[in-house]
């Protein structure tokens, strides 16, 4: 499995961006999909999780992300709304075979992991 994200940048507070993550492998539908962060000097953090029978979100991002798939394209994205300078950091995307009925959300539950992709919030 590789995970390659994309479409992080630049946006101003109030604005938003749309990260998209490819994967390459077979049965993505079976895999349960994740956005994780990381800001300088943090830990990386869950932000937002999509699987075949759970979502999830951290609380300080519910109503203003969405996560959302596409298994015909093998691709999960997350809407990001409404940012905010705390928002900024490497984002990543995970991948778990799991199918868990509750949505993983730490990162020792997850196997592969994309390259991460740089979102900055200017205030």
């Known amino acids: 499995v590789q995970l390659q994200a994309s479409g992080g940048g630049l946006a101003q507070a109030g604005g938003s961006l749309r990260l998209s993550c490819a994967f390459s492998?077979?049965?993505?539908?079976?895999?349960?999909m994740a956005w994780f962060r990381q800001a300088p000097g943090k830990e990386r953090e869950f932000v937002a999780g999509?699987?075949?029978?759970?979502?999830s979100y951290a609380d300080s991002v519910k109503g203003r992300f969405t996560i959302s798939r596409d298994n015909a394209k093998k691709t999960v994205y997350l809407q990001m709304n409404s940012l905010k300078p705390k928002d900024t950091a490497v984002y990543y995307c995970?991948?778990?075979?799991?199918?868990?009925?509750?949505?993983?959300?730490?990162?020792?539950?997850?196997?592969?992991w994309g390259q991460g992709t740089q979102v900055t919030v200017s205030s």
């Open positions: 492998g077979r049965t993505f539908s079976n895999y349960d």
């Open positions: 995970a991948a778990n075979w799991a199918m868990a009925m509750t949505m993983p959300t730490t990162t020792t539950q997850y196997d592969y």
């Open positions: 999509l699987g075949h029978y759970a979502t």
